[in-house]
């Protein structure tokens, strides 16, 4: 499997994300639904802090990635949904913690009013790419 990131000059600048990610011969694509800030007993994570739920979701994701034997390298793209879009620098903060940020996953980033419980204040989805 060959993964290569891809920023045209073309293109606006980034900032920690690829706009292409272009993969060729992976054996599998796996897709890991909207993850939220609720652990594995079904307790919200970090009630009205962005910070600590963001870093419940990343671990979520880390846990299901890994259940596909992969990790955050393989990720080749994340869709953020958001209660409050002017706080993705704090999401930053964590998911740099987690990607390679010298080849970040292509992103998209959403304003929500509302997500499926009033005290989460994010949601994250991936896709990954193996062998």
């Given amino acids: 499997m060959q993964?290569?990131?891809i920023n045209p000059e073309a293109m606006p600048a980034t900032f920690g994300y690829s706009h292409?990610?272009?993969?060729?011969?992976?054996?599998?694509?796996i897709y890991v639904?909207?993850?939220v800030a609720i652990n594995a007993e079904g307790?919200?994570?970090g009630m009205g802090d962005l910070?600590?739920?963001?870093?419940?979701?990343?671990?979520?994701?880390?846990i299901a990635l890994e259940a596909s034997e992969l990790n955050?390298?393989?990720v080749v793209k994340l869709t953020f949904f958001l209660t409050d879009?002017?706080?993705?620098?704090?999401v930053r903060d964590i998911r740099d913690q987690y990607i390679d940020t010298m080849n970040p996953p292509a992103s998209?980033?959403?304003?929500?009013?509302?997500?499926?419980?009033?005290?989460?204040?994010?949601?994250?989805?991936?896709?990954?790419v193996g062998n």
């Fill in 20 to 29: 292409v990610v272009d993969v060729s011969n992976a054996r599998r694509t």
């Fill in 72 to 74: 955050f390298h393989d």
């Fill in 3 to 5: 993964k290569k990131f």
């Fill in 33 to 35: 639904s909207g993850q």
């Fill in 108 to 128: 998209s980033a959403v304003e929500v009013r509302k997500l499926i419980k009033d005290e989460l204040l994010i949601e994250v989805e991936a896709i990954a």
């Fill in 43 to 45: 307790n919200i994570v």
């Fill in 85 to 90: 879009i002017s706080q993705m620098p704090v």
């Fill in 51 to 62: 910070a600590l739920q963001t870093k419940q979701v990343f671990e979520n994701i880390r």
